[in-house]
Structures are given as C-alpha cells and as structure tokens.
C-alpha cells in the first residue's frame, strides 16, 4: 500500500517548486466549479480516464493498483473495479459500439475489458511479447473509425527502440510497429482524418525535444521537429481545424518542477507558434473547440486553463485548485465537466515538524463549466 507525500506551501501569492522557484497565482474564478467529490478505492498514482457518455460511467485507470475503477456519473459512486490486471493500465478508451473499453498494460499488452461483464476478454501481446523487458506502454492514441489503436511504447534512457504498436480492435491483433529512433514516445494526437499521427518525443537531444510526424498509411515518420521552449513533453492536443498541437512539457523531465510549458506548433510546418509557463508535470492537454479553451492537468496541485485568442495567441486565464499528484484528468465537452482523479497523499503543514501533515483520501473531482 502506497500513500504519496505531496508538499503544499502557499505564501503571498506564490507557490514555490522544488528548485526553488516560484509562479505568480492566478486567479481561480469564472474558470470551472467543483460540484461533486467522490471517494475512490485506489492506492498511489492514477492514470488517464475514459467515458461512456450514454451510460454515463467513468472509467479510470488505476495504475499503481492495477486496476481499473468504473464511476456512476449519476450518483458519483464508485460501482466496480476490475482487479487483478496484468500490468499498470494507463491510457483507455470506451469503444461504445462493442461496449468494451481498450487499455494499454504495463506488461506490454493492449486488453478489452468488457463493458457488461468487467472481465478482460481479449489480450494482445505487442512485440517482443507479453512482460518484454524495457517495453512499457505509456500512452495512446485512438482512431474509432479505422478502429486502430496507436500504443506509445517507452524503452528507458539510452534504449532508442520506442514503438507506435497498432493493435486492430476488431480482430483483436497486432498489425504493426513504428519505429521512433527514441526512448520515451509522450505526447500522442491523431488528425481526425486518421492519416497523420503527432508523437511528442520526451527523450532531450541537444537541448530540445522533437515532434514525430508519423504517416498512418506508409507507417513511417514523415517529419521530425524541435520543440522549442519545450523539452521532455509528456502530453499533447489537437486543434485539427486550425492546424495546432497543444505540447503539455514537464521541463525538467519530472513531476514536481513548476513551470512546466504548453507549447502551440502549426502542424502544417513545424513552427513553434508560442510557449507559455503552466503547471509542472504535464500529463493531459486537451483541447475543446466550442469555448477555445485548453486544459493542461500537471501533478503540482492546479489545473492550468488557458485561452485560444486566435490560432496565433494563447492566454492563461487562470488555475484551478485541483490535489497533490493529480496528475491526469478528463474534459467531457457533452456534459461541459471535467473530472480529475486525484490519489491518496500527505500534505504538510506549518510548522512543518515530523508530525505536521495530513492525509488525503483518493477522491475524483467533479467540475463544470463557467463562461
């Protein structure tokens, strides 16, 4: 059983980071409403969420668990959790025409799990097969109309061998792996047209890290691009209509580092339109097209909002309180909320003695939407 410490210090206006840097506040208002928290039976870290939105059920991954919990929208009760997987779930998908929801596993395999039974009932192996050493999924990209689901594998510092795994999820098997020339493939974005994949690369080569165009149909990198601003991203969206890729960077490489960087690229040229300061530890960027906000969740205890002027001008509107090591999160744009799975941890307190903290059940977080 693991809790997390988390070390929350709040002193005129600023908040510190472990560098011994600091970011002015901003303001927490007009940006999004909590209306419901929810307990959740986790232990440690948890990963990317999914909807059912016609059922109205959550689905969050509880990675360090190995587990998958299933939340009633309605009630915000927690009404299952498939136990017992075989490796960290970290990013799924809910597949509404079969009722399934597909997730990669940390012991290199992607798995359905049914929507009615809650039981894993399909398994793919990704090269190298299952428990392949120094192969571990850690995020993911999906295309409902091909029914492809795009598994980004990292292979750890100085093994170049990161993969795109395509795993068909109708005839539940492997088509193919894309080569990365890297370790640590992050930030994953598909065009809606199913043709082109955007891979941001964690992995820091002379000071920068670099965006992989990947061709879906020749399954091969077309373009490779700095990330400038932005090294060791971990997350990315996507303003298809407009050509920008949202580039959620950790900076430092790690959890606790603030600022972390949302870096706007044009995908038509690689530019790097702009970089702007956000929260540390990025794990989610997504983007909602009908307000032109972004959603960057980091792990420093806020949720960064941030505002599309016009394709060529961001703004920060403000940060949302959100929990220590919250590090992902889910914005459902036809229920206008966004809900953040937030672990168990301890927060320290002043005087900061040995004695001085608290402790922070799991929860999930329910927000929604304020012009």
Not at 97 to 113: K, P, S, Y
Not at 271 to 284: F, P, R, T, W
Not at 289 to 316: C, E, M, N, S, W
Request: aromatic share 6%; with cysteine.
């Amino acid at each position: 059983m693991k809790t997390y410490v988390a070390i929350l210090i709040l002193c005129a206006g600023l908040v510190s980071n472990a560098h011994g840097q600091s970011m002015p506040m901003q303001t927490m208002s007009g940006l999004l409403r909590l209306v419901q928290t929810s307990p959740l039976p986790t232990e440690g870290y948890m990963d990317h969420l999914t909807v059912d939105v016609k059922g109205q059920r959550l689905f969050i991954s509880g990675e360090n668990n190995k587990s998958l919990v299933v939340v009633d929208l309605r009630s915000g009760n927690v009404i299952h959790e498939v136990k017992g997987l075989g490796g960290n779930p970290r990013k799924p998908f809910y597949v509404p025409e079969t009722n399934e929801v597909w997730t990669d596993l940390g012991d290199n395999t992607v798995v359905a799990i049914s929507g009615t039974t809650y039981e894993v009932t399909k398994t793919v192996e990704l090269t190298g097969g299952r428990g392949a050493a120094k192969r571990t999924p850690d995020n993911a990209a999906y295309d409902p109309a091909a029914h492809l689901y795009y598994a980004a594998i990292v292979t750890g510092a100085g093994n170049n061998d990161g993969s795109i795994e395509i795993v068909d999820t109708k005839a539940a098997k492997l088509l193919g792996s894309i080569k990365m020339n890297g370790s640590d493939p992050g930030g994953l974005s598909i065009e809606p047209s199913g043709k082109r994949l955007y891979v941001a690369m964690g992995d820091v080569v002379d000071g920068d890290s670099h965006l992989k165009v990947v061709d879906l149909e020749k399954r091969t990198v077309t373009a490779e691009w700095p990330i400038t601003g932005g090294p060791a991203p971990h997350a990315s969206g996507l303003d298809a209509a407009h050509h920008r890729l949202f580039v959620g960077s950790r900076v430092k490489g790690g959890h606790r580092y603030e600022p972390g960087k949302l870096v706007v690229m044009d995908t038509q040229t690689g530019k790097v339109v702009q970089a702007l300061d956000s929260v540390g530890g990025a794990d989610e960027v997504q983007y909602d097209a009908p307000t032109g906000r972004i959603y960057f969740v980091g792990t420093t205890g806020t949720l960064a909002v941030f505002k599309q002027v016009d394709p060529d001008h961001y703004q920060l509107l403000g940060k949302v309180p959100t929990g220590a090591i919250a590090k992902t999160g889910l914005w459902v744009p036809e229920l206008k909320k966004m809900y953040i799975a937030v672990p168990k941890h301890i927060v320290q307190t002043p005087p900061y003695g040995a004695n001085d903290y608290i402790t922070e059940e799991a929860r999930l977080m329910t927000f929604e939407f304020l012009p």
